[in-house]
């Protein structure tokens, strides 16, 4: 019944800029917190960055300074603002959602694909 989903992502010249959206609908439970994970090939998936429903914001060391989550709460929504992107930034990125209830597990998006190229 929950769905959520990413868009935005593509290919970029390094040191160019993306901007991500994930939209999360049809379901009844309220989202506390809500960010972006990346995965590239072989690798595990990381945290890229996080926000509360009150703006707390967590980003991984590796995007601090260039990359700025924020979030749409009325609309369920998070952006994810990429800029100075490196070719190391290449990865899927996913959206995660996480209910107030704990007893739900996290939601999660089908992931949208950044190539950045040297």
């Known amino acids: 019944q929950v769905q959520v989903v990413e868009s935005g992502g593509g290919l970029v010249q390094a040191g160019g800029s993306l901007r991500l959206s994930c939209v999360a609908s049809?379901?009844?439970?309220?989202?506390?917190?809500m960010g972006w994970y990346r995965q590239a090939p072989g690798k595990q998936r990381d945290l890229v960055a996080t926000?509360?429903?009150?703006?707390?914001?967590i980003y991984a060391d590796s995007v601090k300074g260039r990359f700025t989550i924020s979030r749409d709460n009325a609309k369920n929504t998070v952006y994810l603002q990429m800029n100075s992107l490196k070719p190391e930034d290449t990865a899927v990125y996913y959206c995660?959602?996480?209910?107030?209830?704990?007893?739900?597990?996290?939601?999660w998006g089908q992931g949208t694909q950044v190539t950045v190229s040297s």
């Open positions: 995660n959602a996480r209910p107030y209830l704990a007893i739900v597990s996290d939601y």
């Open positions: 049809g379901g009844t439970f309220r989202l506390i917190d």
């Open positions: 926000i509360s429903r009150r703006g707390n914001i």
